[in-house]
């Protein structure tokens, strides 16, 4: 619409539109020699353009371009590519090796801090590869006005690469993995009833035995269901957690530093978090954070007591922190064009 009202005045403001789109059909009711089909099809291109003209001129014209409002969903965290010939498939001796990695945060989180780190290979034989990158600065989240996200890019580059003359070939299969935090915000609308067995009064909101969540929050652990139960003395909440990406691995964030090599079964799959009402009224929750995946799912069981009043609506706040890994690999063939 916002197109189509953007061409037609390029021959005179958004007002002259509107003129011309009134008098048009000002002439259409008047003109007896229309039939029924033409009168409807100038009606509603008339209708259009009005429209598309008064969400033009909302823009301003030092607004940014309209867009769809913007919601958290997706089940990406830090994604990571090989940017194209780099590393190539096929290396010969006496050239470099250099692996471009391309990054870009697809969730909805801003990472303060991504590590790279670049295995695979044996260090003597591919010599000079430095095999950590540490981004010097944050990886900004997708949003409404960056729906790809962040975008940053890691090079690592060899020395000249020699294989011995007796060795032919060498495959080795680079291995790139990310560590770094990454938090999960959901924010599902429920009914509090602080009076669930009060059956006569009329109330604002009733009590779903079950809320949907989306089934992703722009990270890669997500709430997928939250389930709720209204007592005469309480709210219980049953929130559901899956990590939706089955090569990554969720680990304690506070092990930030012993990733990727040195995490063992203490730090894996655990997640801290906290559950909140409208207000900052906190939760009584089991098992206590941090709580432990097990086979990438985990139910957190919340319960709110002193609540009072009438059934209301408000959002209950499910905030998720963790350490996150991901990895790719490309399998490079290098040539020994010494051999004898």
């Known amino acids: 619409m916002i197109k189509l009202t953007e061409k037609y005045l390029k021959g005179g403001s958004c007002k002259t539109v509107e003129e011309r789109a009134k008098r048009g059909l000002s002439m259409t009711l008047l003109n007896p020699l229309l039939n029924r089909t033409t009168f409807f099809s100038f009606t509603l291109v008339a209708l259009f353009l009005l429209a598309g003209c008064g969400a033009f001129e909302q823009r301003g014209k030092n607004q940014p371009p309209l867009t769809a409002a913007f919601t958290a969903t997706g089940t990406e965290g830090v994604i990571m590519n090989f940017a194209i010939d780099q590393p190539p498939n096929i290396v010969f001796t006496g050239a470099p090796i250099s692996v471009l990695v391309e990054v870009r945060n697809k969730g909805t989180f801003a990472v303060p801090a991504v590590a790279l780190y670049l295995s695979g290979f044996d260090p003597a034989i591919i010599q000079g590869l430095t095999n950590t990158y540490l981004f010097p600065q944050q990886i900004d989240a997708k949003s409404q006005f960056n729906p790809e996200g962040g975008y940053q890019t890691a090079s690592f580059v060899s020395s000249p690469v020699q294989l011995p003359q007796s060795m032919i070939t060498y ?33 604002a909101c009733t009590v779903l035995k079950a809320y949907p969540t989306g089934g992703g929050q722009g990270a890669p652990v997500a709430v997928t269901n939250v389930e709720s139960e209204a007592t005469p003395t309480s709210m219980f909440f049953r929130i559901h957690l899956q990590n939706l990406q089955p090569q990554g691995v969720v680990y304690d964030i506070g092990a930030l530093s012993q990733c990727p090599n040195q995490l063992d079964y203490t730090a894996l799959n655990k997640i801290n978090y906290q559950v909140t009402l409208a207000g900052g009224k906190v939760a009584s929750c089991q098992p206590p954070s941090p709580i432990r995946l097990a086979n990438n799912l985990a139910t957190i069981f919340c319960k709110f007591d002193g609540l009072s009043g009438a059934a209301y609506q408000t959002p209950l706040t499910i905030k998720l922190d963790y350490g996150y890994k991901n990895s790719i690999s490309r399998m490079v063939e290098i040539q020994n064009t010494q051999t004898t």
């Open 171 to 203: 495959k080795p299969n680079f291995l790139v993995t990310a560590c770094y935090p990454y938090q999960t915000n959901s924010n599902p609308l429920v009914c509090i009833d602080p009076r669930p067995q009060d059956k006569l009064s009329d109330k």
